[in-house]
Protein backbone atom coordinates (compact mmCIF):
# COMPACT_ATOMS: atom_id res chain seq x y z
CA UNK A 1 0.00 0.00 0.00
CA UNK A 2 0.79 3.69 -0.79
CA UNK A 3 1.63 5.63 2.35
CA UNK A 4 0.87 9.00 0.66
CA UNK A 5 -1.04 8.83 -2.58
CA UNK A 6 -2.44 11.49 -4.66
CA UNK A 7 -4.87 11.70 -7.85
CA UNK A 8 -4.64 12.67 -10.63
CA UNK A 9 -1.45 11.92 -11.40
CA UNK A 10 -1.64 14.49 -14.53
CA UNK A 11 -3.82 17.15 -15.40
CA UNK A 12 -3.63 19.11 -18.48
CA UNK A 13 -6.42 21.63 -18.97
CA UNK A 14 -7.24 24.98 -20.32
CA UNK A 15 -7.04 28.34 -18.62
CA UNK A 16 -9.81 29.33 -16.57
CA UNK A 17 -10.79 25.58 -16.10
CA UNK A 18 -11.56 24.31 -12.48
CA UNK A 19 -9.35 21.25 -11.33
CA UNK A 20 -9.01 19.28 -8.06
CA UNK A 21 -6.17 17.07 -6.77
CA UNK A 22 -6.71 14.41 -4.19
CA UNK A 23 -4.66 13.16 -1.30
CA UNK A 24 -4.72 10.52 1.24
CA UNK A 25 -2.48 9.01 3.63
CA UNK A 26 -2.44 5.69 5.09
CA UNK A 27 0.33 6.18 7.84
CA UNK A 28 -2.00 7.68 10.43
CA UNK A 29 -0.20 10.92 11.26
CA UNK A 30 -1.42 14.12 12.27
CA UNK A 31 -0.78 16.48 9.57
CA UNK A 32 -1.18 17.31 5.71
CA UNK A 33 0.64 19.45 3.48
CA UNK A 34 0.52 20.71 -0.36
CA UNK A 35 3.55 21.93 -1.64
CA UNK A 36 4.21 23.12 -5.08
CA UNK A 37 6.90 22.83 -7.36
CA UNK A 38 7.67 25.38 -9.83
CA UNK A 39 10.10 24.56 -13.29
CA UNK A 40 13.14 25.36 -11.66
CA UNK A 41 12.61 23.26 -8.91
CA UNK A 42 11.62 25.61 -5.79
CA UNK A 43 9.43 23.20 -3.23
CA UNK A 44 7.17 25.87 -1.90
CA UNK A 45 4.68 25.18 1.39
CA UNK A 46 1.18 26.33 -0.08
CA UNK A 47 -1.42 24.90 3.39
CA UNK A 48 -0.60 22.97 6.53
CA UNK A 49 -3.58 21.03 7.93
CA UNK A 50 -3.14 19.53 11.46
CA UNK A 51 -6.10 16.94 12.19
CA UNK A 52 -8.53 18.80 10.01
CA UNK A 53 -7.57 22.32 11.08
CA UNK A 54 -5.85 24.46 8.64
CA UNK A 55 -2.64 25.86 10.56
CA UNK A 56 -0.32 27.28 7.39
CA UNK A 57 -1.38 29.28 4.40
CA UNK A 58 1.23 31.14 2.83
CA UNK A 59 -0.19 33.94 0.58
CA UNK A 60 -1.65 31.32 -1.96
CA UNK A 61 -4.05 32.80 -3.86
CA UNK A 62 -7.82 32.41 -2.84
CA UNK A 63 -8.23 30.18 -6.17
CA UNK A 64 -6.81 27.45 -4.26
CA UNK A 65 -9.18 26.37 -1.45
CA UNK A 66 -7.80 23.13 0.28
CA UNK A 67 -9.82 20.63 1.97
CA UNK A 68 -9.59 18.21 4.63
CA UNK A 69 -12.63 16.13 5.51
CA UNK A 70 -11.02 14.04 8.06
CA UNK A 71 -7.06 13.91 9.11
CA UNK A 72 -6.13 11.61 6.78
CA UNK A 73 -7.12 12.99 3.90
CA UNK A 74 -6.03 16.64 2.03
CA UNK A 75 -7.59 17.49 -1.42
CA UNK A 76 -6.60 20.76 -3.32
CA UNK A 77 -9.29 22.37 -5.79
CA UNK A 78 -8.47 25.09 -7.87
CA UNK A 79 -10.25 27.80 -9.57
CA UNK A 80 -9.86 29.88 -12.70
CA UNK A 81 -6.26 28.21 -13.75
CA UNK A 82 -3.39 30.97 -14.99
CA UNK A 83 -0.95 29.37 -16.75
CA UNK A 84 1.36 30.19 -14.23
CA UNK A 85 -0.60 27.09 -12.03
CA UNK A 86 1.26 24.92 -14.26
CA UNK A 87 3.75 23.10 -11.88
CA UNK A 88 3.85 19.66 -10.05
CA UNK A 89 1.82 19.88 -6.63
CA UNK A 90 3.12 17.43 -3.80
CA UNK A 91 0.79 16.32 -1.11
CA UNK A 92 2.96 15.04 2.22
CA UNK A 93 2.41 13.93 5.92
CA UNK A 94 4.14 14.17 8.61
CA UNK A 95 3.68 12.64 12.23
CA UNK A 96 2.72 16.11 14.06
CA UNK A 97 2.57 19.39 13.58
CA UNK A 98 4.66 20.79 16.87
CA UNK A 99 8.04 20.33 15.08
CA UNK A 100 8.35 18.62 11.77
CA UNK A 101 9.33 15.36 11.26
CA UNK A 102 9.83 13.46 8.68
CA UNK A 103 8.24 14.32 5.41
CA UNK A 104 6.26 11.45 3.75
CA UNK A 105 5.25 12.66 0.00
CA UNK A 106 2.94 11.68 -2.62
CA UNK A 107 4.08 10.82 -5.77
CA UNK A 108 3.09 14.42 -7.16
CA UNK A 109 0.06 15.64 -9.43
CA UNK A 110 1.59 17.70 -12.70
CA UNK A 111 -0.96 20.19 -13.48
CA UNK A 112 0.07 21.62 -17.00
CA UNK A 113 -2.27 24.56 -17.77
CA UNK A 114 -3.07 25.48 -22.09
CA UNK B 1 12.78 33.61 2.97
CA UNK B 2 14.17 30.48 1.10
CA UNK B 3 17.48 28.86 2.79
CA UNK B 4 20.60 29.34 -0.01
CA UNK B 5 21.99 25.90 -1.37
CA UNK B 6 25.57 25.88 -2.72
CA UNK B 7 26.81 24.98 -4.98
CA UNK B 8 24.18 24.83 -7.89
CA UNK B 9 24.78 22.01 -9.21
CA UNK B 10 28.04 19.67 -9.17
CA UNK B 11 29.15 16.53 -11.36
CA UNK B 12 31.09 13.80 -9.72
CA UNK B 13 32.94 10.83 -10.96
CA UNK B 14 32.06 7.74 -9.10
CA UNK B 15 33.81 7.40 -5.78
CA UNK B 16 34.85 10.98 -5.64
CA UNK B 17 33.41 13.44 -2.79
CA UNK B 18 30.86 16.11 -2.25
CA UNK B 19 29.59 19.55 0.33
CA UNK B 20 26.60 20.97 -0.33
CA UNK B 21 25.94 23.60 1.77
CA UNK B 22 22.55 25.25 3.21
CA UNK B 23 22.40 28.43 4.64
CA UNK B 24 19.19 30.96 6.07
CA UNK B 25 19.05 34.37 6.94
CA UNK B 26 16.93 33.52 9.82
CA UNK B 27 18.12 31.61 13.31
CA UNK B 28 17.19 27.61 12.71
CA UNK B 29 15.09 25.41 14.93
CA UNK B 30 16.28 22.59 12.65
CA UNK B 31 17.50 21.64 9.29
CA UNK B 32 16.42 18.31 7.46
CA UNK B 33 17.77 16.92 4.24
CA UNK B 34 16.10 15.63 0.85
CA UNK B 35 17.41 13.65 -2.19
CA UNK B 36 14.51 14.03 -5.24
CA UNK B 37 15.66 11.71 -7.72
CA UNK B 38 14.00 12.85 -11.82
CA UNK B 39 10.36 12.46 -12.17
CA UNK B 40 9.62 10.86 -8.22
CA UNK B 41 9.31 12.86 -4.73
CA UNK B 42 11.77 14.10 -2.40
CA UNK B 43 12.70 11.05 -0.05
CA UNK B 44 13.87 11.90 3.47
CA UNK B 45 17.56 11.95 4.36
CA UNK B 46 18.25 12.59 7.82
CA UNK B 47 16.97 15.75 10.29
CA UNK B 48 19.54 17.63 12.20
CA UNK B 49 17.56 19.39 15.74
CA UNK B 50 20.59 21.24 17.91
CA UNK B 51 23.52 23.40 16.99
CA UNK B 52 27.06 21.19 16.21
CA UNK B 53 24.90 18.22 15.79
CA UNK B 54 26.31 16.07 13.63
CA UNK B 55 24.53 12.44 11.47
CA UNK B 56 25.53 10.12 9.30
CA UNK B 57 23.52 7.84 7.35
CA UNK B 58 26.01 5.16 5.29
CA UNK B 59 28.27 7.72 3.38
CA UNK B 60 25.99 10.89 3.80
CA UNK B 61 26.47 12.92 6.55
CA UNK B 62 25.79 16.06 7.59
CA UNK B 63 26.45 19.13 10.33
CA UNK B 64 24.87 21.72 11.40
CA UNK B 65 26.14 25.08 12.84
CA UNK B 66 23.54 27.05 14.90
CA UNK B 67 25.68 30.13 15.13
CA UNK B 68 26.43 30.41 11.26
CA UNK B 69 22.75 29.35 10.61
CA UNK B 70 24.13 26.74 7.85
CA UNK B 71 23.81 23.25 7.53
CA UNK B 72 26.29 20.79 4.77
CA UNK B 73 26.05 17.60 3.31
CA UNK B 74 28.86 15.77 2.94
CA UNK B 75 28.60 12.58 0.42
CA UNK B 76 31.59 10.56 0.39
CA UNK B 77 32.75 8.05 -1.94
CA UNK B 78 29.81 8.78 -4.60
CA UNK B 79 27.56 6.36 -5.60
CA UNK B 80 25.44 6.28 -9.35
CA UNK B 81 22.58 6.04 -7.04
CA UNK B 82 23.52 9.42 -5.24
CA UNK B 83 22.47 11.43 -8.24
CA UNK B 84 19.07 13.70 -7.98
CA UNK B 85 18.54 16.96 -6.43
CA UNK B 86 19.09 17.74 -2.70
CA UNK B 87 17.41 19.87 -0.57
CA UNK B 88 17.85 21.37 2.14
CA UNK B 89 14.22 22.20 4.50
CA UNK B 90 14.47 24.70 7.68
CA UNK B 91 12.17 25.31 10.35
CA UNK B 92 12.75 28.83 12.10
CA UNK B 93 10.40 28.08 14.70
CA UNK B 94 7.32 28.11 13.61
CA UNK B 95 5.49 24.59 13.88
CA UNK B 96 5.40 22.21 10.95
CA UNK B 97 6.64 24.76 8.56
CA UNK B 98 9.57 23.65 6.19
CA UNK B 99 11.02 25.98 3.91
CA UNK B 100 13.15 24.05 1.08
CA UNK B 101 16.08 25.57 0.04
CA UNK B 102 17.03 26.50 -3.44
CA UNK B 103 18.36 22.78 -4.21
CA UNK B 104 21.23 21.29 -5.85
CA UNK B 105 21.52 18.91 -8.69
CA UNK B 106 24.43 16.37 -7.95
CA UNK B 107 25.14 14.26 -11.02
CA UNK B 108 27.36 11.24 -10.59
CA UNK B 109 28.96 9.58 -13.70
CA UNK B 110 31.42 6.64 -13.87
Known amino acids: DTAVSQTPKYLVTQMGNDKSIKCEQN?????MYWYKQDSKKFLKIMFSYNNKELIINETVPNRFSPKSPDKAHLNLHINSLELGDSAVYFC?????????????FGEGSRLTVL | QQPVQSPQAVILREGEDAVINCSSS?????VHWYRQKHGEAPVFLMILLKGGEQKGHDKISASFNEKKQQSSLYLTASQLSYSGTYFCGTETGTASKLTFGTGTRLQVTL
Open chain 1, 92 to 104: ASSRDSTNTGELF
Open chain 2, 26 to 30: KALYS
Open chain 1, 27 to 31: LGHDT
